[in-house]
Nanobody, 122 residues
Framework: HVQLVESGGGSVQAGGSLRLSCVAS????????MGWFRQRPGEKREGVAI???????TYHDSVKGRFEISNRNAKYTAYLQMNSLKPEDTAMYYC?????????????????WGQGTQVTVS
């Protein structure tokens, strides 16, 4: 089993920045990929940013050029730097992890999810 612990999030004015952090522990190994999903009230979860096995990022079109996912060379961690935030970025953000073989921006019902952290942009 893999545990994901998130931190960061909060409230910010439009145009501001926030950074989310996630640390994976437990049964972690090199087959694990990590990323970030979000869910707005009444909507389905959507992929925001993920990294594949070699670290290459993939972003949702709505956040390209504003958000950056990284691990800063720390294994089993994932950061999401969010800049130029917009009110439509308001959502619960989740750190997600699963096997790199089938990990992508589309929600395939991945095995491991963090508890979620709220981001509110006004």
């Amino acid at each position: 089993h893999v545990q994901l612990v998130e931190s960061g999030g909060g409230s910010v004015q439009a145009g501001g920045s926030l950074r989310l952090s996630c640390v994976a522990s437990g049964r972690v190994d090199s087959s694990l990929c990590m990323g970030w999903f979000r869910q707005r009230p009444g909507e389905k979860r959507e992929g925001v940013a993920i990294q594949n096995a070699d670290g290459t990022p993939t972003y949702h079109d709505s956040v390209k050029g504003r958000f950056e996912i990284s691990n800063r060379n720390a294994k089993y961690t994932a950061y999401l730097q969010m800049n130029s935030l917009k009110p439509e970025d308001t959502a619960m953000y989740y750190c997600v992890a699963d096997n790199c073989l089938y990990f992508e921006l589309k929600d395939r019902g991945y095995a491991y999810w963090g508890q979620g952290t709220q981001v509110t942009v006004s």
